[in-house]
């Protein structure tokens, strides 16, 4: 099983970017549910939640820092989860990594909330530079 992000890069700021998160690995019927998280971290900074995901439910988290800007979705098909990310500032520039989690919606909350050390697969990152 992978967990690849894609879709970051460079914007301005007030511009907007769409990341995905793409969980490659499953095959057939008898997917299980799964969380997806968005995290990001800066340099010099702690890794923090900016966004997460529930397939059982659909169930949607968001920090305090992006609500109101950011939304997560999903396609199911593609099995892929998108962070779009509207009116960007400069406190956005990170590393934004997206993980999964073999878990229920209340456990995703949880881990979620404590900077994902407990999620199960990681991507490698994707950076996300916004400029003033």
């Known amino acids: 099983l992978q967990v690849l992000e894609s879709g970051g890069g460079l914007a301005q700021s007030g511009g907007s970017l769409r990341l995905a998160c793409t969980v490659l690995?499953?095959?057939?019927?008898?997917?299980?549910?799964?969380?997806i998280g968005w995290f990001r971290q800066a340099p010099q900074k702690r890794r923090e939640g900016v966004s997460a995901?529930?397939?059982?439910?659909?169930?949607?988290w968001y920090s305090n820092s992006v609500k109101g800007r950011f939304t997560i979705s999903r396609d199911k098909a593609k099995k892929t989860v998108y962070l779009q990310m509207n009116n960007l500032t400069p406190e956005d520039t990170a590393t934004y990594f997206c993980?999964?989690?073999?878990?229920?919606?209340?456990?995703?909350?949880?881990?979620?909330?404590?900077?994902?050390?407990?999620?199960?697969?990681w991507g490698q990152g994707t950076p996300v530079t916004v400029s003033s």
């Open positions: 690995g499953f095959t057939g019927p008898g997917d299980h549910d799964y969380g």
């Open positions: 993980a999964l989690l073999w878990g229920d919606p209340l456990t995703m909350a949880s881990v979620w909330a404590t900077e994902g050390r407990q999620m199960d697969w």
């Open positions: 995901f529930h397939t059982e439910d659909e169930t949607t």
